[in-house]
């Protein structure tokens, strides 16, 4: 008899399990609650009618507390916020009241991360969205479907989901004239466009603002006194890094590949030899190898600086 395969009990990434209207009518059974006084859970359960070790109310505790509602403690208690306050006892406009459903749409991680990957784009279908948040946002198979639907329905309800076309701005309230205060920007003609930032970024030597259309640009911050061996260093730790986000055969990498080095040929570094994208040079190598001894630097940086590392060229044999 075949025996049946272990499954895989992994921790998936916090991600709300509710959407930011389910989270709020709960929070509207503790609305005679004293907001400044904690809440045990057992009491916040009871309003709701299940048990407080029930996944369905451990659900809504986590997702009211990823949307900035409420804040939860070891000690089995929940804590109203402002944000909520201001929801389930509104004072306010409806048009604040819409704008502050947006900010709670945008706290969540996930929800921060998959608003920059999708603003201003088709909603992704769902099937599509759940290979999404597997493959790229560390959630796992059984909690994928439920992740994705229910990001999809909030978007909806906070009125982002325009068209089917993710549209998220946080925008000031019109005046009365109708006229809105916010200077709206000239948007950028297209991808090869590159620009200079300005006086706001002193104590960098011409950074650079490249945008790619569609509201949507990378920042590249170089700081003044940078020679060319550090120039040199920076370009191969940028390539590698594109590597392993997009692959050798993904067009992105070579697209910004073409930025990487125009970048580098405005910042007149003409003399630099031409790198060589299969080995690493002994100068990169040692700043590489820094990288790596360094005990402050991040688990990412220390993982490209290994990839540059590996591939140092030989040196070569004596004559």
């Known amino acids: 008899m075949?025996?049946?395969?272990?499954?895989?009990?992994?921790?998936?990434?916090?991600?709300?399990?509710?959407?930011?209207?389910q989270a709020i009518e709960f929070l509207m059974k503790l609305k005679d609650y004293p907001h400044d006084k904690p809440i045990a859970y057992s009491i916040a359960a009871?309003?709701?009618?299940?048990?407080?070790?029930?996944?369905?109310?451990?659900?809504?505790?986590?997702?009211?507390r990823q949307y900035g509602l409420i804040t939860t403690s070891s000690g089995k208690t929940l804590k109203i916020l402002e944000n909520a306050r201001r929801l389930i006892r509104?004072?306010?406009?409806e048009y604040i009241i819409n704008e502050l459903k947006k900010e709670c749409f945008n706290t969540p991680k996930?929800?921060?991360?998959?608003?920059?990957?999708?603003?201003?784009?088709?909603?992704?279908?769902?099937?599509?969205?759940?290979?999404?948040?597997?493959?790229?946002?560390?959630?796992?198979?059984?909690?994928?479907?439920s992740a994705a639907q229910t990001f999809i329905d909030t978007a909806f309800e906070v009125g982002v989901a325009q068209n089917g076309v993710l549209v998220f701005n946080m925008t000031s309230e019109p005046s009365a004239n109708g006229d809105n205060d916010v200077e709206d920007k000239q948007e950028s003609s297209g991808p090869a466009d590159i620009?200079?930032?300005?006086?706001?970024?002193?104590?960098?030597?011409?950074?650079?603002?490249?945008?790619?259309?569609?509201?949507?640009?990378?920042?590249l911050y170089m700081p003044i006194g940078v020679d060319k061996e550090d120039a040199e260093y920076?370009?191969?730790?940028?390539?590698?890094?594109?590597?392993?986000?997009?692959?050798?055969?993904?067009?992105?990498?070579?697209r910004y590949t073409i930025y990487i080095n125009t970048l580098m040929f405005i910042k007149e570094v003409r003399t630099m030899p031409k790198v060589n994208t299969k080995q690493t040079s002994r100068k990169v190598a040692s700043k590489a190898s820094s990288v790596l001894r360094d005990g402050r630097t991040s688990a990412k940086a220390k993982s490209v600086a290994g990839s540059a590392l590996a591939q140092t060229r030989p040196k070569s044999g004596k004559k």
């Open 2 to 21: 075949e025996k049946k395969k272990p499954e895989y009990k992994g921790k998936s990434k916090e991600y709300p399990a509710n959407t930011l209207n």
């Open 46 to 64: 009871n309003e709701i009618g299940v048990s407080a070790t029930t996944k369905s109310f451990t659900y809504l505790l986590s997702s009211a």
């Open 90 to 93: 509104p004072t306010e406009s």
């Open 110 to 145: 996930l929800y921060i991360e998959l608003i920059q990957q999708y603003n201003e784009q088709s909603l992704p279908p769902l099937e599509t969205l759940i290979n999404v948040l597997i493959n790229f946002h560390g959630i796992l198979v059984k909690a994928a479907k």
């Open 195 to 219: 620009d200079t930032i300005g006086a706001e970024s002193e104590g960098y030597d011409a950074p650079l603002s490249i945008p790619f259309g569609e509201k949507k640009k990378a920042m």
């Open 234 to 254: 920076a370009l191969e730790m940028i390539k590698l890094m594109f590597k392993k986000v997009y692959g050798m055969n993904n067009w992105k990498y070579y």
